[in-house]
């Protein structure tokens, strides 16, 4: 189901990202032009009304050199012909009566100033406003001001030409805006397709290993971006994977392997005692050799489960306070008897009390695991050595021998389910003693460790804690 729906939710995602960044860039590129297209027609309109205050500085000048006839002359000669349908003069004295003023017979509706003006511009700088009439088309803008004490002028001025200038600017602005447009939709699924290319190789790669290709791995592109953190933990998790399948692939072919010889066993044992000729006595052997066989097998696997159930935590530990030495003290004494047969020598180094909490049972049989691959693995005249040190919190047993020895590269695997090394196949054994150990060990919060060197003898160290965590 699951491999149906990511393509679909895939393209999803494709077009949500690509109208997302489609509007994000439209939405910034209009933005942008409005923003210049607003200080443009604010500059405009600051120009215009910079020129009409010069003008009237202009008229102050004349006023003062030439007087009021060259006045009345300069108007006139800046609204002849058909600046007359632009511009407009109108001169006012102080006290609001008209002295001179130009055509305004394109400006009907103009309104005459307020009182108030006449006093607010002598002395001060020009009042600028904008104001609509009937029948223009276009609005006007005015700046009234005084150019002397007498006189206020008011300079009229259509805004007929920036609003062209405005309109025309607008025309050139539309042309990029609409590219803008056009061109998110397609900067929009580029920019969707590069950041979707990383996800895009994990989904790959994680179909080709649905396939079956479980050593395919994803890319690691960039600087420990969140992307190149996703696929270095996608891919870890994939080591792991693999790590634990070959282990699990590795185990149940060990399993095979060690299930084959005594199923062998049981066949030929069964088969012999099917032959006719065969005593009484003999079959009972044979039947007795079937037995032993099925036994073994129901053993190994009675201890693969306890294993399991034991690293899983599904077990509850019997935790009593026990004397470790005591304990140690009797395994030594247990295996003696086996030590002697085998001709090498057990010693113990152990203290007269040492208690600790934890479950008698479980860490008995962790002990004497360690104690019989010591003797097992050591030939005659050698020795073993039983320590137990007490170390405050936690309590220490050291099985040291003088025996064959681990390969550097096989300590770490001979904890293992069914790993044997080569050279211990002709002991007894199934592989799952130091498993076992090891969960035991683990479920009481310890741990065990070995230190070995081939040919010279192994120390296996079991740390427990003195009470539970
Ligand atoms: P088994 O002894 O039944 O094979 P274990 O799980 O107890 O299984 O041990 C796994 C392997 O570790 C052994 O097959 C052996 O190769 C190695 N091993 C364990 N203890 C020793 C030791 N004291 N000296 C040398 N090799 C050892």
């Known amino acids: 189901m699951s491999s149906e729906t990511s393509p679909r939710q895939g393209r999803t995602l494709a077009a949500r990202l690509t ?13 942008a032009l409005s923003v210049a297209y607003f200080l443009i027609v604010a500059h405009v309109r600051e120009r215009t009304d910079e020129d009409l205050s010069d003008d009237i500085e202009e008229f102050s000048e004349l006023l003062r050199t030439d007087g009021l006839g060259r006045v009345e002359e300069e108007m006139r000669l800046d609204t002849q012909g058909d600046q007359a349908e632009t511009e407009f003069y109108r001169l006012w004295s102080k006290d609001g009566s008209l002295v001179l003023g130009t055509d305004l017979a394109q400006f009907a509706g103009l309104p005459a100033p307020a009182d108030s003006l006449f006093q607010s511009v002598i002395g001060a700088e020009p009042v600028l406003a904008t104001v609509d009439l009937p029948r223009r088309e276009h609005s006007v803008r005015i700046a009234s001001g005084a150019i002397s004490d007498d006189y206020v002028i008011e300079l009229g001025e259509s805004l007929e030409d920036d609003d062209e200038f405005v309109a025309g600017l607008l025309g050139r602005f539309a042309a990029p805006a609409a590219g803008a447009v056009l061109l998110a939709m397609p900067i929009g699924w580029f920019m969707a397709r590069r950041a979707l290319h990383p996800v895009e190789s994990v989904t790959r790669t994680a179909t080709e290993i649905a396939a079956g290709a479980m050593d395919r791995r994803v890319a690691v592109r960039g600087q420990g971006d969140e992307l190149a953190r996703l696929a270095q933990a996608f891919n870890a998790m994939l080591d792991r994977i693999q790590a634990l399948v070959s282990g ?24 012999m005692s099917l032959s006719g000729d065969r005593s009484d006595s003999a079959r009972s052997s044979l039947a007795a050799t079937a037995t032993e066989e099925c ?13 399991t159930e034991t690293e899983s ?9 026990i004397d470790l030495a005591e304990l140690v003290r009797d395994a030594c004494e247990l295996f003696q008897t086996v030590a002697e047969d085998r001709k090498v020598e057990i010693c113990a180094e152990i203290p007269a009390r040492c208690m600790l909490v934890g479950d008698r049972q479980r860490l008995q049989r962790a002990i004497a695991n360690l104690i019989d691959n010591a003797l097992k693995y050591t030939p005659a005249t050698g020795r073993v050595t039983v320590t137990l040190s007490d170390r405050g919190s936690e ?12 390969p550097y590269d096989e300590t770490a695997r001979i ?20 498993s076992l150990s090891l969960a035991n060990a683990r479920a009481h919060g310890g741990r065990i460790s070995v230190e070995s060197v081939p ?9 427990l804690p003195r009470r539970p965590a």
């Open 313 to 321: 935590g599904a077990v509850r530990l019997d935790r009593v306070e």
């Open 415 to 434: 904890f293992e389910r069914f790993y044997r090394s080569d050279g211990s196949r002709s002991q007894p054994g199934n592989g799952l003693g130091l």
């Open 395 to 406: 309590v220490q047993v050291d099985v040291a021998d003088t025996g064959v020895g681990i």
């Open 295 to 307: 036994d073994r097998l129901l053993e190994m696997i009675d201890t693969n489960l306890e294993i």
């Open 19 to 31: 109208l997302w960044y489609a509007g994000a860039f439209a939405a910034s590129s209009m933005l």
């Open 455 to 463: 040919g010279r003898g192994s120390t296996f160290t079991l740390v």
């Open 248 to 271: 699990i692939r590795e185990m149940s072919d060990n399993l095979a392997h060690d299930l084959r010889s005594p199923l062998t066993r049981i066949r030929a044992a069964a088969e």
